[in-house]
T-cell receptor
Framework: AQSVTQPDIHITVSEGASLELRCNYS??????LFWYVQSPGQGLQLLLK??????LVQGIKGFEAEFKRSQSSFNLRKPSVHWSDAAEYFC????????????FGKGTSLLVTP | DAGVIQSPRHEVTEMGQEVTLRCKPI?????LFWYRQTMMRGLELLIY????????DSGMPEDRFSAKMPNASFSTLKIQPSEPRDSAVYFC????????????FGQGTRLTVV
């Protein structure tokens, strides 16, 4: 079954600095991959998704992610972080064993310092 | 569209009481998901409906949990009897079709069982 792992529980970056959040997937074929963001007290919002084609995917709020098959990774990046980006970030992929409902990683909590 | 609507937003109940969480998916979406979020276990899929039919309920923790989708615009998640370890944030999500396209999340119901 397809699954994702987020190795970093917490990440702290300074406002204006670049950001990279890691996501590793385990699946033989080309996976479907998603990044979601959760602001405090809110539900999850889709940032971007990868199905096939161009390995560099652009999302909302200035985020992008790159699919790298050789590294089994789908890392999320942003060139310059804003204080409003502080949130919980989840990588996800559909699980064929569950009717393709999304399975989520444990999440990475992003703290942005002044 | 108003998005996925969950009610109540917060619920505090005593151990042993019945709790019912409600969800109205986005009109036209034929897939509905219930997730539970805790610090220890992250986001867990509880049950997935497609066209009002439960497809996978393997994530439902115990017989105390039950979910129904009597029509395309309404679903409930019931816990009877509730226990303190059921305290969590419960999310409902819907999508046009499972896995491939974006799942839209409600704002969640924060359940506290005392």
């Amino acid at each position: 079954a397809q699954s994702v792992t987020q190795p970093d529980i917490h990440i702290t970056v300074s406002e204006g600095a670049s950001l990279e959040l890691r996501c590793n997937y385990s699946y033989g074929a080309t996976p479907y991959l998603f990044w979601y963001v959760q602001s405090p007290g809110q539900g999850l919002q889709l940032l971007l998704k990868y199905f096939s084609g161009d390995t560099l995917v652009q999302g909302i709020k200035g985020f992008e992610a790159e699919f790298k098959r050789s590294q089994s990774s789908f890392n999320l990046r942003k060139p310059s972080v804003h204080w409003s980006d502080a949130a919980e970030y989840f990588c996800a992929s559909p699980n064929s064993n569950s009717g393709y409902a999304l399975n989520f990683g444990k999440g990475t909590s992003l703290l942005v310092t002044p | 569209d108003a998005g996925v609507i969950q009610s109540p937003r917060h619920e505090v109940t005593e151990m042993g009481q019945e709790v019912t969480l409600r969800c109205k998916p986005i009109s036209g979406h034929n897939s509905l998901f219930w997730y539970r979020q805790t610090m220890m276990r992250g986001l867990e899929l509880l049950i997935y409906f497609n066209n009002n039919v439960p497809i996978d309920d393997s994530g439902m923790p115990e017989d105390r949990f039950s979910a129904k989708m009597p029509n395309a615009s309404f679903s409930t998640l019931k816990i009877q009897p509730s226990e303190p370890r059921d305290s969590a944030v419960y999310f409902c999500a819907s999508s046009l079709s499972p896995g491939v396209v974006e799942a839209f999340f409600g704002q969640g119901t924060r359940l506290t069982v005392v």
